[in-house]
């Protein structure tokens, strides 16, 4: 079936497209990554999974790809400055508004492909705003959580994988020499500003990165993230 | 250490432990729970194991039990009736006022136990900003999500558990023939009125529950929830 | 006629009822009540005198009973510690919420019965709100408006009433040697925080309140409560 | 003492004016008065008792008028045409902001004298939202509550005072030949469209109505509101 | 054509005269104008212009002149006293509930008359918002733009425009010996205090203004403002 | 000086530009642009413009790119399908936010640089609060505004600046036998549907179009850009 990006489509092309389609919006940040990643990380891999992901979904419906959202719901790293973030009221406006044109242009599914651990609650709240206001139907994934992976903010996990895509994007990396143990409490999910000050605003150890090891993490997801895509289609 | 309710102190008492303690909102919702279990159904989970919990849990730091937040995140039940739903944008309103309510009173320790799915997203998104505006530690713990369950919506999970608490809150319960079967997609949340519409409003199969299996559980969940509060006395 | 609680009823019980029914919402709020009463009083008063007045008034329509708004608009109470509050904007979208639930299950009409002078404002607004947008009939009422009483604030009045159905919440209250003055003009509504600086955050002489004198009074609020409920039933 | 209308003041004249002064917000609305009353009523009595008030009131400090606020929150009058209104929440927005804007030049004491009862809930939220969140210390006075009158809506009452002071602003009036009686609740608000589609808009029998009444009564509550505006210089 | 007041006429004369005439709606501000001008000074000029331009513009189709609004988006110049602001969101709001009401009332065009340069984006935006929410065709003219003229802020133009309606209304005018350059960027919308700090809040030099050219500049602004409004009056 | 993209970039370098630093932020549309055009092509070319701008401009500061808001303000393009909009609010808050951002980053001067026409009321009033609220100095420029050229929308213009740069996001353009005459009023802004229905959504010819002349206008328009940034760089 047909894959296409919404910006680089027509009007005629969306609107014959959409009653059928699945809309894949990936949705990152533009935040601080520790002295050595760029700021645009979780944007950049959101946008790298669903580019990698979607044409190889697109078996029983057609996928539209829209414009990655680049700022997301970053307030807590705004301290260590770098970040643009939106508070968590926008950010669900902005989504609750695309999810509107969606449906206004004849959309009725939605999956967003989020990137960054501090949208979770936000993409959850906008979802179920948007089914229950404009009768789409809304899937959101965080892309870490397709695979068994231990995403963190910043660490291993993420430079690997950066590393693999876009290499010119990390800074030396000093080994930490003793890995950094973030509080944490199974189930729950914790907001302080000493989560991310004990920690220098990033986990584990970045130096441990490479990029193969980025590479064959990103093949993995893309594939899970492929499954994932044909069963929004599916069930959506 | 002491625990005390909210509602039942004076301005004295909780000027004196706020400071040290640890504050817990329960927060439920009042929504169609199946056509046999009462609407209250996660409010009142919510509040009994947190009643249950909080006084084997004050063993490092006293605690403060918040009154019950009754309305929750509920708008995809709305069409099933019975139904007394808050928007996202509202209830992320009425957190964040309360975690600024705290942080004036001169708390600094907010855990929000919540028993409500439609909930989590706004409990996410409400303590990101609670915590970044006024400087309260939050941590958020679906109660169901403490002890290896699988909570469903008015199924047999928690149709077991008010017939251990509230008998009297449950109606005659037809049994089904064929389990129904949710979409679900894995790592992805869903939303989506075909959802709900697919199988009545509940999910399995009520009529499998039983008062013995619903002591059992909330034995185990008071247990791991007692667990957890520690854990949020120590690390918040 | 029939008597329910919301959050006791399944969606069945009130689809059924609600087209004919009053709803009625006690709202209070949980704020500073001197350094003698518990910070509850609102909303226990309200929920009180709801509770003994809707059976007597079920004459002509079933009543449903929502689970009481604990959370009211103290702002202006925030400086004396103990306090959880809404801001007038977010309890409003709560009310107006609310009364877009009602709408949605088949409700027509809701009555609020307010415990607190600082949602005054809030309850006028919201129902003129809930009206207009949602085609509910919407009566709000102080519930000391209804007979000829000088409610004050955590003084004589609510301590007498507090001493008469839980005298557990209340604590030593010393004689004040001077009734403190409050500012006051006839026919207007003062904010200002020298009002209740002036008189350390509560009116009159709690010492002077009895047992006997709160279960008179309330008696005769709920008698004219029910009066008015009754009124509702036929005029809504 | 000194009477100025803020919008013919310079900056310099205000900006010393306002630390001792009483800013007076004249706010009515703009909505339909029956067949025969211009709807601008509410603003135009609002400001005519404002502007002959004021200077009789500023014995003891300074008074500053502001522009009135014309526009209202009127949704209940929308279906009767001929209205413009404020939702509940933009009135209070834009309140709140003139009690920011009179704080940042330096003033801490205003008086909403407020022509319709529409606005009631509005100023009492407003008024604590300002007072709460800039310092400002609010008063908020119904016009037809300094005196013993029954104001009604573009009855009677309000015909009258308008035939007082602009004629030319009343149209034909029919005799009614049975007077309504609108529905209402002691002690109770109520909001519903049926108590004005019951009696087409307006309350009583504006055919009753004389200047001479009008005139009288206009006096009365000049007089009252002069005492009013005394209090308010005094404990504001 | 007929030409009305919407304050000064009834319900059913607005409910005729609505679905066939054009709305038109004076905004200005009540800021700070240098240490020589009225506050009132852009909602006083954006009024005066209106009342003298519409009766000769209707020609095709009635007009109906509704209460000007006062209050404007000023924030920026609060820091010099004297200012009664609205946000830029409060302000949007209130335009879009007016354009809300506009349309419930029978209405189809609205022109707004702006005053004051800080609501460019306001009119803009909310114009854009009440076109495509309520189905009201929308124009908003600065009055200044349809002359060719400069308008600046409490300089020559307006000092002189002020001295031509209300002399009464200019304070005394120290020369500038030298005339202040703000910042300007061709082509740009600049936002900052130092453009104000810099000009000490008004541009050129009010000394230089005459009520001869203020007469005929208001003259010249008038016979431009009566060809927009027929333009209006024929394409919206 | 240096130039660099804000999501390339990490913390560090970002917390060093920003105190000195112009952030520039292109901000675009996702909308119909007829039946020809790619509905991405406003957010393409103020990237476009800002790219080749931006590296010219960095003489006296350094300048960061942040990364391109693809959503603009396009309510009244989505009857038109192939729509992705944010309503003028939520665009605002977007703004608001990001200005806050970089307040929060050390940054002091931001400059929008504008593709959409629907977005200029939106960008006005987002600068002004920005820089009120955040002290942060803001200019924005529609980029078809620094030369002097007639924008249209999804036109000659804009079709030839597509061709000159992403021949392939051009479709068949179907020429059209006579011009359209969109409704237009000089010195008015117009939002009414009927504009955009008359011409069928896009203006003048398409068909007039070539890459050439998009080519040279687009070498025009980023000259003139850079002329415009190097003021920005000096006056904010």
Redesign the interface.
């Given at each position: 079936m047909r894959v296409v990006?919404?910006?680089?489509?027509?009007?005629?092309?969306?609107?014959e497209l959409?009653p059928e389609a699945v809309v894949v919006l990936p949705i990152g940040a533009?935040e601080?990554?520790?002295?050595?990643?760029?700021?645009?990380t979780d944007?950049?891999l959101a946008t790298e999974i669903v580019e990698r992901a979607v044409p190889a979904a697109a078996i029983e419906r057609p996928f539209v790809i829209?414009?990655?959202?680049?700022?997301g719901?970053s307030?807590?790293h705004?301290?260590?400055?770098?970040?643009?973030?939106?508070?968590?009221?926008?950010l669900?406006?902005?989504l609750v508004?695309?999810g509107r044109?969606?449906a206004?242009?004849?959309g009725r599914r939605l999956?967003i492909v989020n990137g960054h651990g501090?949208n979770?609650?936000?993409?959850?709240?906008?979802?179920?705003?948007?089914?229950?206001?404009y009768?789409v139907?809304?899937?959101?994934?965080?892309y870490w959580?397709?695979a068994d992976t231990f995403p963190g903010h910043a660490g291993e996990f993420e430079t690997s994988l950066v590393m693999g895509v876009r290499p010119e994007?990390v800074?030396e990396r000093k080994p930490r020499e003793r890995l950094p143990e973030p509080?944490?409490?199974?189930?729950?999910?914790?907001?302080?500003?000493?989560v991310w000050d004990d920690i220098d605003?990033y986990t584990d150890d970045p130096a441990r990165a490479t990029a193969e090891d980025g590479t064959k993490t990103l093949d993995r997801l893309v594939a899970?993230m492929t499954n994932?895509l044909i069963?929004?289609a599916r069930?959506?």
């Open positions: 990006r919404w910006q680089e489509s027509t009007r005629g092309e969306l609107s959409l533009t601080q990554h520790g002295p050595h990643l760029a700021t645009g944007a950049l829209a414009p990655t959202q680049s700022y719901a307030d807590h705004l301290p260590f400055g770098g970040t643009l973030s939106l508070t968590v009221e926008t669900i406006a902005v508004d695309l044109s969606i206004a242009g004849g999956v501090g979770q609650g936000v993409c959850h709240a906008a979802g179920s705003a948007i089914s229950t206001r009768g139907a809304v899937a959101h994934i965080d959580a397709v994007l800074r509080r944490a409490i199974p189930g729950a999910g914790i907001h302080s500003a000493a605003g899970e994932r069963e929004c069930q959506l």
